[in-house]
């Protein structure tokens, strides 16, 4: 009996163990394209390294690194704008790698409190409460919208936070984005993006709304609002283009 108690124990020590250390203090944000980054966002990614993270810039050059041989960038990713390609990249990123994510906007504060606040708990995310409820990536679905409206305080914004990787939230994170990737490549093959911030239009009817990955992430931080921390720092919007 007490054999069997000691493997018990050694088994929910070992969970445990897993579930809080799988976050590197690493910071990730992406440049999709080859046009050079603009002056503003040069200024931006100077100020990243206020977080106390390493601060990791993703382009086109150095993304093969950190794509996992067994989880490919889906087949459709070439026809994605520069814009989706980044919303695809944080959700691959924090489902398989964890960490740190951030639009390139100015960053004035450290990160650290928060990410070991995280890092010893068993949250699986962190980032900053929506102020209200016109900042929520809304979808088609009037049911699930009008929900996420009457609960915006409870969620995070999409602009920056820090997850744990491999988590039940994570794992739905990329498993429906996957599912729309999906859905979407026979008209993405047909109206592939032609501008870094394509949109759909009458004329050329790329098959991607705006706001269309993002609204995949809002619906789960609130299935899982128990496992998130809202307290992390918001960042600078002005002037980032």
Request: glycine share 4%; proline share 4%; net charge positive.
């Amino acid at each position: 009996m007490k054999y069997i108690l000691s493997i018990i124990y050694i088994t929910i020590f070992i969970i445990l163990y897993l579930n809080t250390n799988n976050l590197d203090k690493k910071l990730y944000c992406f440049w999709t394209g080859t046009n050079p980054i603009t002056e503003n966002r040069k200024h931006n990614l100077k100020t990243l390294k206020n977080t106390g993270f390493e601060v990791i810039l993703v382009t086109p050059d150095n993304l093969n690194e950190y794509i996992l041989e067994e989880h490919p960038l889906h087949k459709g990713y070439e026809y994605l704008s520069q814009t989706h390609k980044a919303d695809y990249l944080r959700c691959y990123f924090m489902n398989f790698h964890g960490g740190g994510y951030t639009d390139i906007k100015e960053i004035n504060d450290s990160w650290i409190e928060h990410y070991y606040k995280l890092k010893n708990s068993h949250k699986w995310g962190s980032g900053y409460a929506e102020k209200n409820a016109g900042d929520i990536a809304y979808g088609k679905n009037e049911i699930i919208n009008k929900k996420m409206k009457e609960n915006y305080s409870k969620l995070i914004g999409n602009g920056c936070y820090i997850y744990k990787k491999n988590t039940p939230l994570t794992n739905e994170w990329y498993e429906q984005m996957m599912k729309l990737m999906d859905e979407k490549y026979e008209e993405l093959k047909k109206y592939p993006s032609k501008s870094p911030q394509q949109i759909h239009t009458k004329e050329y009817p790329y098959p991607l709304s705006w706001s269309e990955f993002n609204q995949i992430l809002h619906p789960l931080v609130y299935k899982y609002k128990d496992k998130i921390y809202k307290d992390l720092p918001y960042v600078n919007t002005n002037n980032y283009r």
